[in-house]
């Protein structure tokens, strides 16, 4: 199941985009749940009073909005509410908010009007991305075994011999090689920035020159002979 959201406060535009979303949906087979709101502050109400702060898994959200408008929305849920796993869909009939809106790591940024195909696009860069955020990271502390989705993950840390988890609300910590667990998580975007740190890039608010600070304050150091080449990762990444 997939919940979608779509702000904008024209009802033309709303429809069209729900039924070329279903009509897409629909052909891949996908089982989805779509809410349409007309305003910001009514999208942040229903953000706010919902079962959960991630209530919604793709948020199509127009940047004009009166009142509350998409880049205040944006900060909202990235700033306040913490929340790194809605994948935000900005819309606009302008290009100039493009660079304003890249702290809130957008999926994507689609001109007015929106064809199917570009609609077409972003569903798959989700599925993408979901089937990565799926993978659950596994491992053993005495006689229980662990499992973790890796979307939850914001950092691993070594002391010593032990490695710890860091989730947002919680904290692990086992014997293994950061090392091996970079081999393994490399794939899905996790940054070997120092010898005792390896990152999920997703969580990360900030890129300095020597260090990184995550979205919930952690400040971590870049090694000094790793700068150069967690610089071209990031660069890597963000250019995908």
Do not use: W
């Amino acid at each position: 199941m997939i919940k979608i959201a779509i702000c904008d406060d024209e009802p033309q535009f709303c429809s069209d985009l729900e039924r070329t979303l279903i009509k897409i949906l629909d052909k891949k087979c996908i089982e989805y749940d779509i809410d349409v709101f007309y305003s910001g502050v009514e999208l942040c109400e229903k953000i706010e009073t919902g079962e959960l702060p991630y209530c919604y898994d793709m948020l199509f959200l127009d940047i004009q909005l009166p009142n509350m408008n998409g880049v205040d929305i944006g900060r909202y849920i990235r700033q306040q509410l913490k929340n790194q796993i809605v994948q935000i869909v900005y819309v606009s009939s302008q290009r100039e908010y493009a660079m304003e809106l890249f702290d809130f790591r957008p999926l994507n940024f689609l001109i007015k009007p929106i064809d199917e195909s570009a609609i077409l696009n972003v569903v798959e860069q989700f599925e993408e991305i979901n089937e990565k955020d799926n993978y659950l990271f596994r491992f053993k502390k005495g006689r229980d075994f662990y499992k973790i989705p890796i979307s939850k993950i914001l950092y691993f840390e070594r002391k010593g011999r032990k490695i710890y988890v860091h989730l947002q609300n919680e904290e692990y910590d086992y014997y293994d090689s950061l090392e091996l667990i970079y081999e393994n998580l490399k794939q899905y975007d996790f940054l070997l920035i120092h010898k005792s740190y390896l990152i999920n890039y997703r969580f990360v608010k900030i890129m300095s020159y020597d260090h990184v600070v995550l979205v919930d304050g952690t400040q971590i150091p870049i090694s000094q002979a790793k700068r150069e080449q967690i610089r071209k990762e990031f660069m890597k990444i963000e250019g995908r």
